[in-house]
């Protein structure tokens, strides 16, 4: 499984970015083998984090909780594509920003210990 994020860059706080993950391989019968997938961020200096998760079928997103209300998640499966839609920006949402996925179904957020694939990260900056 492949996973190819894109869609970072510099914005200005309060500004909006899209982030977007594209999954390739690991199709079995026709089926992505992917149960759950998510965003996770690593700021300079710190540790990876869970931004959000959400089933690859069905299911809403879990969000951390300092996204919540300005951060969406949500997949196109017929692309085999998942989004990040980020509001209201703010500096402390500067980060690197990765795309994760498991073939396990979770409900709930994926601590950044769990997934098994990762994508590499797209450079989310955010001035002030």
């Known amino acids: 499984v492949q996973l190819q994020a894109s869609g970072g860059g510099l914005v200005q706080a309060g500004g909006s970015l899209r982030l977007s993950c594209f999954v390739s391989?690991?199709?079995?019968?026709?089926?992505?083998?992917?149960?759950?997938i998510g965003w996770f961020r690593q700021a300079p200096g710190k540790e990876r984090e869970s931004v959000v998760s959400?089933?690859?079928?069905?299911?809403?997103?879990s969000y951390e909780d300092s996204v919540k209300d300005r951060f969406t998640i949500s997949r196109d499966n017929t692309k085999n594509t998942v989004y990040l839609q980020m509001n209201s920006l703010k500096s402390e949402d500067t980060a690197v920003y990765y795309c994760?996925?498991?073939?396990?179904?979770?409900?709930?957020?994926?601590?950044?210990?769990?997934?098994?694939?990762w994508g590499q990260g797209t450079l989310v900056t955010v001035s002030s």
């Open positions: 391989g690991g199709v079995s019968g026709g089926t992505l083998k992917i149960g759950t």
């Open positions: 959400i089933p690859w079928r069905g299911g809403i997103g």
């Open positions: 994760a996925a498991d073939p396990r179904r979770r409900v709930g957020i994926m601590p950044s210990s769990y997934p098994t694939y």
